[in-house]
């Protein structure tokens, strides 16, 4: 008969009606046993398919009905859980006057199965009842169930905590507010059951007569419901709206992840799949304002290099390579979120184990391609070299044939993530060298990547690497005796008199693709030309800071004094050198010592200065000594890398030195 239940759906509607039908039937009567009666319950949830509204009310419901008072409870039960298809079949008028009736008696049945059978059919016939029937039956219906229930804490009330969340999901339209509040608390008093901070549900479970009556241990029905609550949280959520969530859910949503049952924290961990959709297409983005918008900058980045780690070693060792794969390309997105210098020196060793102790494909082509994005955004030019000249010693002379075809993959990665010029001088003429391996699946991989290498080439700046390809063709040409490969070589020939070396100026007969695909690899090389200017701007200031300071430590053993005061000395005694000199002469004395006043400041960085005897000579001196700013900028070199401050500190010591000269020169006998 169970074979009969199997293939009543395969079978036409009139061998359906015309012996099935009749046999059910029969089977059904109250004069039958009780296993006929159950295999007739689950003939008629199989027949009620078949038929139209009209076939079902006149030979099958009579049926139903009666078998819904059956004596037995299986029987109740059984038939209980066909009332939702038995429903579908009917329509929603009938439903209510037959079916519904009956199914709020087996609601308040006095045995549990069968209101556990009542409680699943009525979460089952909620999109086929209206808002009325809603309103009016289905509401108090499972509000009264729900209080039964948790009076009782009977076998029902797991049932309950699992169907809570389709329960108010189906009914929100229909609650009001003060509904809808019952119902939430409800689920927060479920999600708390059986915990030990819970004094009042200890007390109540209590036995009054421990002596006389066993006491009753809930914890594993407790334990049922709190997983049923994490199980029905996310359906919760959207009962209540993502805008209320902290003020109504938020400490539900705490107990539970901190439950000390182990299957309740699962759960819940395993409920956060809606919050990922959202957040894994923008994973890097929130990586990055994690790590730039926290107050705590140090500890959450290293927090996270340390999850990270932990991460990769946890799925690494799983069965599922995709994940793997997955999170090993989401690394790539790291540059943007922590220092290179964190990232040398714990990801790219990281990823270069993985290029090599990875068994998948998959997750070492993804450990190559965050790699190469690291290797983009290293601002060390030596870093970059390092990695670099790493890649092609392990992979390209490496002694595994695996090894070796990786690195073919990893030339593409290049081509699409770096200019042709960074390829053209780090990777082509290793690639080429592939072309007399031993090992013919190498040399058959590599002529499929030839037609998209001579595309790279620009002449005349490329000729001599025109050269090369052209002669790795020719070797593979005539030394080539594996079938296969010479096949796959005379392919890339035609490939390769189809593409056009292009020339330095585009021509104007390039396609529109052409010249995007051409300004997206300026760009690309623009940026690491931006890189290295970085690079060396940042090396240069580096040097000048350590010459600088070399020059401040040196100097600082014998300063040279500068009076402070910015003021000449008044002369004591001024002797009479000449007598026969007029008083024009002093009058010019004072002139040019006013002019020195003024542009003491000012001088040149090296001054002879030629004593004469004559005083009006020595005037003239004091005069061409005191020059102006223009003649010191063009005496100065303009290399020099003096700081102005200290240059400024020198012309005022050479001033003041030559007017003291000069001063005591003329207070001379």
Not at 552 to 575: A, D, E, M, Y
Request: with cysteine; glycine share 2%; net charge positive.
């Amino acid at each position: 008969m169970e074979t009969l239940l199997d293939v009543i759906d395969l079978l036409p509607k009139e061998i359906v009606k015309g012996e099935i039908l009749t046999l059910a039937v029969n089977k059904g009567q109250m004069s039958q046993p009780v296993s006929s009666r159950l295999l007739c319950c689950k003939m008629l949830g199989k027949i009620c398919l078949k038929f139209d509204a009209y076939v079902i009310k006149k030979e099958v419901l009579p049926v139903v009905l009666s078998l819904c008072q059956d004596v037995d409870f299986e029987v109740r039960g059984y038939m209980c859980k066909q009332l939702d298809v038995v429903a579908k079949g009917i329509g929603l008028e009938s439903t209510k006057s037959a079916i519904l009736p009956e199914l709020v008696e087996l609601a308040y049945d006095e045995e549990t199965f069968v209101r556990l059978a009542a409680i699943e059919t009525i979460v089952q016939m909620l999109p086929l009842l209206d808002d009325d029937t809603c309103t009016q039956a289905i509401i108090p219906l499972v509000k009264k169930l729900c209080e039964n229930s948790y009076s009782l804490k009977d076998s029902t009330l797991p049932v309950i905590c699992r169907q809570l969340g389709q329960l108010c999901c189906g009914l929100a339209d229909n609650f009001t507010s003060e509904q809808k509040q019952w119902f939430l608390k409800f689920f927060q008093e479920l999600s708390k059951l059986g915990l030990p901070n819970t004094e009042k549900y200890r007390s109540s479970f209590t036995s009054p007569l421990p002596d006389l009556l066993p006491e009753v241990d809930h914890r594993d029905k407790f334990r049922e419901c709190r997983h049923a609550c994490a199980f029905n949280f996310p359906a919760m959520v959207l009962f209540v709206g993502s805008e209320n969530f902290e003020k109504e859910l938020y400490r539900t949503f705490r107990d539970l992840c901190t439950d000390p049952f182990h299957n309740v924290r699962k759960t819940m961990a395993c409920g956060f799949y809606e919050v990922l959709k959202g957040i894994i297409p923008y994973l890097p983005d929130c990586l990055k304002t994690i790590c730039c918008c926290s107050d705590s900058q140090d500890n959450d980045k290293s927090n996270l290099v340390k999850a990270l780690i932990v991460c990769e070693e946890a799925t690494s060792v799983t069965s599922s390579w995709r994940l793997h794969a997955d999170f090993l390309s989401c690394l790539s997105c790291l540059p943007s979120c922590i220092s290179s210098e964190i990232i040398f020196t714990t990801f790219v060793p990281l990823l270069f184990v993985k290029l090599h102790a990875a068994r998948p494909i998959p997750c070492r082509i993804a450990a190559a391609y965050s790699l190469l994005i690291f290797l983009r955004n290293t601002p060390s030019l030596e870093r970059r070299k390092g990695i670099i000249n790493e890649l092609i010693r392990e992979l390209c002379y490496g002694r595994s044939c695996h090894k070796r075809m990786l690195f073919i993959r990893v030339c593409e990665l290049v081509i699409e993530l770096f200019s042709k010029v960074f390829f053209k001088q780090h990777f082509l003429k290793p690639l080429l060298t592939l072309s007399v391996d031993p090992v013919p699946n190498i040399r058959l991989r590599l002529c499929s990547i030839l037609p998209r290498l001579k595309s790279l080439i620009k002449l005349p700046k490329d000729s001599h690497l025109l050269q090369q390809l052209e002669s790795c063709i020719k070797t593979l040409i005539s030394d080539e005796k594996d079938r296969d490969v010479s096949y796959a070589v005379s392919r890339a020939i035609e490939e390769l008199d189809k593409i056009e070396v292009a020339t330095e100026p585009i021509s104007r007969r390039s396609s529109c693709i052409e010249i995007a695909l051409d300004m997206k690899d300026r760009l690309k090389e623009e940026e690491e030309r931006h890189q290295l200017e970085m690079e060396f701007n940042l090396k240069l200031k580096e040097e000048r800071n350590v010459d600088f300071s070399t020059i401040s430590t040196n100097t600082k053993g014998g300063k040279i004094p500068v009076r402070k005061s910015g003021t000449l000395p008044k002369p004591t005694k001024i002797k009479e050198k000449h007598s026969e000199q007029p008083e024009k002469v002093v009058s010019s004395q004072s002139k040019s010592l006013r002019i020195l006043k003024k542009e003491r400041r000012i001088s040149s960085p090296a001054v002879i200065v030629e004593f004469q005897k004559n005083s009006s000579q020595v005037l003239q001196t004091t005069r061409d000594v005191s020059t102006s700013t223009e003649t010191v900028s063009k005496t100065t070199s303009p290399k020099c890398n003096i700081p102005k401050s200290r240059y400024l500190k020198v012309l005022t010591y050479a001033h003041g030195l030559v007017r003291n000269v000069l001063l005591s020169f003329l207070n001379s006998p």
